[in-house]
């Protein structure tokens, strides 16, 4: 669930998602469903990543690590080190990454709060993480 921002124009279209949440569904590494109550934003969403044949691929894949940040605000370059978990659908930039595809398109989607374990250990919850230092 997405109920931060998402970038590109949609983010300056659409603002924070807090209010009406982006839910997607990615399986094989491709977004299969995208939901929304505010259903301009799910139809946007959904067709700039249907744009070309790797638009709805997952490209990039981190996790926001600024725990000094309070809030997303609308700059996606800022939004996607906002503590918790960043996607990008479409371009990995292979002359960065190494990846061997390419997408005319590439969009950021930033969430708030969630909950991240990895190898069955919790290393986040509700947006904190749990790691000592």
Known sequence: MIDGVV?????AKFGSLREHPLTIRVKGNRVVEAHSTNHDLESDFWSYTHTD???DRVGEFAIGTNIELKDVIGQILQD????????????PYGAHTGA???????????GRKFDIWVDSEQIMRDGKFLLEA
């Open 100 to 110: 061997e595809w390419y997408s005319s398109t590439h969009i950021d989607v930033v």
């Open 7 to 11: 970038g590109d124009w949609l983010c």
């Open 53 to 55: 044949e790797n638009s």
């Open 80 to 91: 996607e080190k906002y503590p918790g978990v960043h996607i990008a659908f479409g371009n």
